[in-house]
Nanobody, 120 residues
Framework: QVQLVESGGGLVQPGGSLRLSCAAS????????MLWYRHAPGKQRQLVAH???????NYADSVEGRFTISRDNAKNMVYLQMNSLKPEDTAVYYC??????????????WGQGTQVTVSS
């Protein structure tokens, strides 16, 4: 099993930057895909960024070129560097660990979330 704890959220002005961190423990971190989701009031949960166990990355169109997901397997950490932030980026950001399993439900673990507010 995996336990996830997000940190790094806060209040930032439009155009500013934040780096979110996700600390993982309790299992073998390197075998999991890691994802960042966000959920804003009145909107559906959105997948923001994805990094596979092999290090390949994908991003939502709305954050492509502004956000960067990375992982440090030696430290059991995942990061989301967010630059050029916009008010529409305001949401609770969640770290997710995912691993496909054959014949059973996939492993799927979530952190508690960290609030990001982009406002002047």
């Amino acid at each position: 099993q995996v336990q996830l704890v997000e940190s790094g959220g806060g209040l930032v002005q439009p155009g500013g930057s934040l780096r979110l961190s996700c600390a993982a423990s309790g299992s073998i971190f390197s075998i999991y895909d890691m994802l960042w989701y966000r959920h804003a009031p009145g909107k559906q949960r959105q997948l923001v960024a994805h990094i596979t166990s092999g290090g390949r990355t994908n991003y939502a169109d709305s954050v492509e070129g502004r956000f960067t997901i990375s992982r440090d397997n030696a430290k059991n950490m995942v990061y989301l560097q967010m630059n050029s932030l916009k008010p529409e980026d305001t949401a609770v950001y969640y770290c997710n660990a995912w691993r496909l399993r054959v014949g059973v439900p996939a492993d799927d673990y979530w952190g508690q979330g960290t609030q990001v507010t982009v406002s002047s």
